[in-house]
């Protein structure tokens, strides 16, 4: 007999948003429904907590974040952070150092916030290819003239790099020079980016790492995800929930597959699941 759901990790880009980065309503309602029944639910994204919108910050119930790919686990309320998998900052100047060899955007994350150079803050539109992300990320990002001399100056571990590319080959090679250092690991959850955080850091360890905190089992945790960001937080979890709009891999690494997030379908796995 499978174990009752007690936590569920939500992605929220292609898995929780539809394509215009909103919640629906049908959404919202199952999410504080599996709240109102005692049910831990979280997001656990690529996004520092600072990008996530208020409605899903101010949704009743809502105690914790897994943010930064699984780099910092927050308590929402007090924003501090319970669980930290960091990248050393010498590691994040040797990230960009990379990154600036080629046409790219980067950007850092820290402490709950994403920051970005201020030039390249005016050229989003050429390396974001969805303008959907345009608005997400002029409303998010805090400006810095120079991303090296911030890094130098912040002088502490970071919760992880982001580099988003104009030309995808420029990705490919950027990609295989940088999966040379066993030290970090690689995804890119949208296509045209490569997010960078230490080795072994994940969605679905710190999932299970949080429900160690609270009492609950791996096999008690349900996670929904659809990029390739997802695919590890699927294995890790007792129900790994792939949206029919998933890559391949990580529709492979699911339990289960349910609609794409046009068709709600995190918001019905749950109802399926949990309800």
Same mark, same amino acid.
């Given at each position: 007999?499978?174990?009752?759901?007690?936590?569920?990790?939500?992605?929220?880009?292609?898995?929780?948003?539809?394509?215009?980065?909103?919640?629906?309503?049908?959404? =919202?309602?199952?999410?504080? =429904?599996?709240?109102?029944?005692?049910?831990?639910?979280?997001?656990?994204?690529?996004?520092?907590? @600072?990008?996530?919108?208020?409605?899903?910050?101010?949704?009743?119930?809502?105690?914790?974040?897994?943010?930064?790919?699984?780099?910092?686990?927050?308590?929402?309320?007090?924003?501090?952070?319970?669980?930290?998998?960091?990248?050393?900052?010498?590691?994040?100047?040797?990230?960009?150092?990379?990154?600036?060899?080629?046409?790219?955007?980067?950007?850092?994350?820290?402490?709950?916030?994403?920051?970005?150079?201020?030039?390249?803050?005016?050229?989003?539109?050429?390396?974001?290819?969805?303008?959907?992300?345009?608005?997400? *990320?002029? @409303?998010?990002?805090?400006?810095?003239?120079?991303?090296?001399?911030?890094?130098?100056?912040?002088?502490?571990?970071?919760?992880?790099?982001?580099?988003?590319?104009?030309?995808?080959?420029?990705?490919?090679?950027?990609?295989?020079?940088?999966?040379?250092?066993?030290?970090?690991?690689? *995804?890119? @959850?949208?296509?045209?980016?490569?997010?960078?955080?230490?080795?072994?850091?994940?969605?679905?360890?710190?999932?299970?790492?949080?429900?160690?905190?609270?009492?609950?089992?791996?096999?008690?945790?349900?996670?929904?995800?659809?990029?390739?960001?997802?695919?590890?937080?699927?294995?890790?979890?007792?129900?790994?929930?792939?949206?029919?709009?998933?890559?391949?891999?990580?529709?492979?690494?699911?339990?289960?597959?349910?609609?794409?997030?046009?068709?709600?379908?995190?918001?019905?796995?749950?109802?399926?699941?949990?309800?």
């Amino acid at each position: 007999m499978k174990k009752k759901i007690k936590m569920i990790g939500l992605d929220l880009d292609g898995t929780l948003f539809n394509n215009k980065k909103e919640i629906l309503p049908y959404t =919202r309602e199952v999410l504080q =429904r599996a709240i109102d029944k005692g049910v831990v639910v979280l997001v656990a994204t690529g996004r520092p907590w @600072s990008g996530i919108p208020d409605e899903l910050k101010d949704l009743t119930g809502m105690r914790y974040a897994v943010t930064s790919n699984g780099a910092r686990v927050i308590e929402t309320k007090t924003q501090k952070a319970l669980i930290e998998h960091l990248l050393p900052v010498e590691k994040a100047k040797k990230i960009l150092e990379t990154a600036r060899k080629y046409d790219t955007l980067q950007e850092v994350y820290f402490e709950n916030r994403g920051y970005i150079e201020e030039e390249q803050f005016e050229k989003i539109y050429q390396y974001h290819k969805d303008p959907h992300m345009w608005k997400y *990320v002029r @409303s998010t990002r805090i400006t810095v003239p120079d991303i090296m001399t911030f890094l130098g100056q912040l002088n502490k571990p970071v919760d992880k790099t982001q580099i988003l590319f104009a030309d995808m080959e420029e990705r490919a090679r950027a990609w295989k020079e940088l999966e040379q250092d066993k030290e970090i690991v690689l *995804v890119g @959850s949208l296509g045209y980016n490569i997010e960078i955080n230490g080795a072994g850091v994940n969605k679905g360890m710190a999932l299970v790492e949080l429900g160690k905190m609270l009492g609950i089992e791996r096999e008690e945790i349900m996670a929904c995800g659809d990029g390739d960001n997802d695919e590890a937080m699927l294995k890790e979890v007792g129900l790994g929930v792939a949206m029919e709009n998933a890559e391949e891999q990580v529709k492979k690494a699911a339990d289960y597959i349910t609609g794409t997030n046009e068709e709600e379908g995190a918001a019905k796995a749950i109802e399926k699941f949990v309800l």
